[in-house]
């Protein structure tokens, strides 16, 4: 079945920089990768995602990127703000279930 | 249009009692899903279902863990004798489908089960 890697597990950054996350999958069927931000307490929500067909997406100041070669696919926050703190998730599915990523928690020091 | 809708958002129970946890879909999604999350941990996959039917259990244990979706009403995520591994919190997710453009989980806000 399919297994999601994903790095760091915790990252650090100063308000304004960037931040960029990594995952890998195992599943060559896999072809829809979504992107979820969970805040504490609260349920985890679909940010943005990606399919095995595009190689990039963007909205606003979160991209990803998709290497379906190496099975590896990206976030990237740019111009980050407080209130990007989190944690985020990615996840791998092949059609029929949705396999995440342990998360990476994200703090924006103001 | 009412969100996935989880009941109850927090449930105490004693070694050996059962847990109910139900999830009502969002309006029009015939596809549920339940995931366990444990404190700083991930989303585990447990069980995939559509209406009367189980598709994928993969992901829940074999023994007190049992899941229905039954035609009418919500889908139902039972967990007999718990035990206080069982504590975690217990999200479900509805989709419209399967296939391109169905595949977006929406999630409720989780039952955080507590055993005593």
């Known amino acids: 079945g399919e297994n999601v890697e994903q790095h760091p597990s915790t990252l650090s950054v100063q308000e304004g920089d960037s931040a960029v996350i990594k995952c890998t999958y195992s599943d060559s069927a896999s072809n829809y990768f979504p992107w979820y931000k969970q805040e504490l307490g609260k349920r985890p929500q679909l940010i943005i995602d990606?399919?095995?067909?595009?190689g990039e997406k963007k909205d606003q100041r979160i991209a990803v990127t998709l290497n379906k070669t190496a099975k590896h696919f990206s976030l990237h926050i740019t111009e980050t703000q407080p209130e990007d703190s989190a944690v985020y998730f990615c996840?791998?599915?092949?059609?029929?279930?949705?396999?995440f990523g342990a998360g990476t928690r994200l703090f924006v020091k103001a | 249009n009412a969100g996935v809708m989880q009941n109850p958002r927090h449930l105490v129970r004693r070694r050996g009692q059962e847990a109910r946890l139900r999830c009502s879909p969002m309006k029009g999604h015939s596809h549920v899903y339940w995931y366990r999350q444990l404190p700083e941990e991930g989303l585990k996959f447990m069980v995939y279902l559509q209406k009367e039917n189980i598709i994928d259990e993969s992901g829940m244990p074999k023994e007190r863990f049992s899941a229905e979706f039954p035609k009418e009403g919500p889908s139902i995520l039972r967990i007999q004798q718990v035990v206080r591994g069982d504590s975690a919190a217990y999200f479900c997710?509805?989709?419209?489908?399967?296939?391109?453009?169905?595949?977006?989980?929406?999630f409720g806000s989780g039952t955080q089960l507590s055993v005593l």
């Open positions: 990606i399919r095995s067909n595009v």
């Open positions: 997710a509805s989709s419209p489908g399967q296939g391109q453009g169905n595949e977006k989980l929406f």
């Open positions: 996840a791998a599915s092949p059609g029929f279930k949705t396999i």
